[in-house]
């Protein structure tokens, strides 16, 4: 048994170390919530779509991962790019930050800048003069550090712009490079550079999928055993005759750069890579940059697009009212209120009403602009009831865009009992008393470019029925009994007895006095018998 899974862990190894690398495309959902309030005493609810998301904090970071040798010209672009930013953001309540890595043989960190008030940092930081290696590697991993570590923002509001020539022959934070010898003019030497490329492919681009796995099943076997610290002296090196079948520090450098970048991509992050000057003497180097971005063309300002744009303008929201089954099994349906003064749009701070573009189609309009309407929202009322809300303007990132309006359930149960879940923004997936059955953002994205849709999380609201209590029976009160009148001389006889007992009273008092009276006399005469 355990030569059996010895075998089959081998053969999964082989199998995973073969699996083909590809540059992988940016995916993104784009930041979305729907929320719903608890039901009121008229059984209505009051449901909130946002773009972004409401919950999320408007603030993005953006970081430069620059090589040494960037041109003065890229600089002044990526600057323009960040006056721009600065100018869009400045209207809102959003937050930008700003960090600077600009890389030779190790990677040159700034501090984090505040993009609205520290400008002229950000410009000394961008134009400091640095010399001296290539280690691209060292770049990626300084700024990931940099973005993994501000909890603050959330990834997809996290951007990483990787400015190089590409060409590279050091790794890791502190500059290594490999021993690899090969033969030159009859000659057998081991110095690290960027010319190890040429002398073991010649002038040949490569297929860069197939490059990059072939590096790593060599990776798998051959470690770190010829790797040596940048600027000492090599205690081994690779065999000169089998010089192809080693790695040398172009192969490594070029790989450990690759998977930092993809990493940077699948914890979430934004990442370009933008060459940095001309081509030069290296055309495997930008040909790699090329492979990095998949081929694609990117700016700055395609970027700076990117990181203020959530939406371009021709994306809309299909939202369908919700009905079913509630955890009882009772039919339930909630209607849409169409009426003007139930639901609105806000903008930030700002609040629009809805105005009546045509009455007969149940269309209606938000912040009416020169070219007409910047929002709009089309009714379908029947059996499938639901709404379209369009965008004719871009949705930024730095202002929040809602749609708020209220739903009625038609028909809540009259039978005791707790219905529905209440799960005010979806997230626990509940499936009964949904206020929508569906809602689907069809998104264009900032480039123009239709996107795949996405759906809504849909929340759940609930209410209690609470059981009649019957009031207990109360005992009939008896008629009063009427009261005989009562003769005169029965009453004259309460008098005299009331008398009596006054009476009483007094002779009660009486034998007191007497006997008080005769003491006194006793006393008298003892009193004269003694003077006698």
């Not at 009625?408 to 219905?419: C, D, R, S, T, W």
Request: hydrophobic share 30%; proline share 4%.
């Amino acid at each position: 048994m355990k030569k059996l899974l010895c075998f089959l862990t081998a053969i999964l190894s082989i199998f995973l170390m073969n699996v083909p690398i590809e540059a992988k495309e940016n995916q993104w959902d784009i930041s979305k919530s729907k929320t719903a309030t608890p039901l009121d005493e008229k059984y209505q609810t009051k449901v909130t779509l946002s773009l972004p998301s409401k919950s999320e904090k408007l603030e993005s970071d953006v970081v430069f991962v620059l090589d040494k040798s960037t041109s003065a010209q890229v600089e002044d672009q990526a600057l323009e790019m960040l006056k721009k930013l600065r100018m869009q953001i400045d209207k809102t309540d959003a937050k930008v930050k700003v960090g600077i890595v600009i890389f030779n043989k190790i990677a040159n960190v700034s501090s984090w800048f505040d993009l609205s008030s520290q400008f002229d940092q950000i410009e000394v930081a961008i134009r400091k003069n640095i010399t001296s290696g290539t280690n691209c590697h060292a770049g990626l991993l300084a700024g990931k550090e940099m973005l993994d570590q501000d909890q603050e923002v959330e990834a997809k509001r996290k951007y990483m712009i990787f400015v190089s020539d590409g060409i590279t022959y050091m790794y890791n934070q502190e500059p290594t490079v490999t021993a690899w010898s090969f033969e030159n003019d009859g000659s057998i030497l081991s110095w690290a550079g960027p010319d190890n490329f040429s002398s073991k492919y010649g002038q040949t681009l490569p297929d860069w999928n197939t490059y990059l796995n072939d590096v790593k099943i060599k990776l798998e076997s051959q470690g770190n055993t010829y790797d040596y610290p940048y600027g000492t002296t090599p205690t081994k090196t690779t065999p000169v005759d089998q010089s192809k079948e080693y790695l040398n520090s172009v192969d490594k450098a070029l790989y450990y750069t690759y998977s930092t970048y993809e990493s940077m991509k699948d914890e979430g992050y934004h990442c370009y890579a933008l060459k940095g000057n001309s081509e030069g003497n290296y055309p495997w180097a930008f040909s790699f940059m090329d492979y990095l971005e998949n081929q694609k063309e990117v700016s700055f300002e395609s970027i700076q697009n990117d990181i203020y744009y959530l939406l371009d303008q021709g994306s809309y929201v299909e939202d369908y009212m919700g009905s079913g089954k509630d955890n009882y099994g009772n039919e339930y349906e909630f209607d849409f209120i169409n009426d003007i003064n139930s639901f609105y749009m806000m903008v930030g701070n700002k609040k629009y009403l809805p105005e009546v573009i045509n009455d007969q189609s149940y269309h209606y309009g938000f912040d009416k602009q020169e070219k007409g309407y910047a929002y709009e929202l089309y009714y379908y009322p029947g059996k499938q009831e639901y709404f379209i809300w369009k965008m004719n303007v871009p949705v930024t990132q730095f202002d929040l865009v809602q749609l708020i309006y209220t739903l009625q359930l038609a028909n809540p149960q009259k039978e005791a009992g707790n219905y529905g879940f209440y799960d005010e923004d979806g997230h626990l997936n509940k499936d009964n008393l949904k206020t929508n059955n569906q809602a689907t953002l069809h998104p264009i994205d900032s480039q123009g470019k239709e996107q795949g849709v996405e759906d809504f999380l849909n929340p759940t609201v609930s209410y209690t029925v609470y059981k009649t209590v019957e009031p207990e029976k109360t005992q009939e009160t008896p008629k009063p009994q009427e009261i005989p009148k009562v003769q005169e001389n029965t009453i004259k006889t309460k008098q005299t007895t009331k008398k009596a007992v006054k009476t009483g009273d007094e002779q009660v008092i009486y034998p007191y006095f007497v006997i008080a009276l005769m003491s006194l006399s006793i006393m008298y005469l003892m009193k004269r018998r003694l003077h006698v």
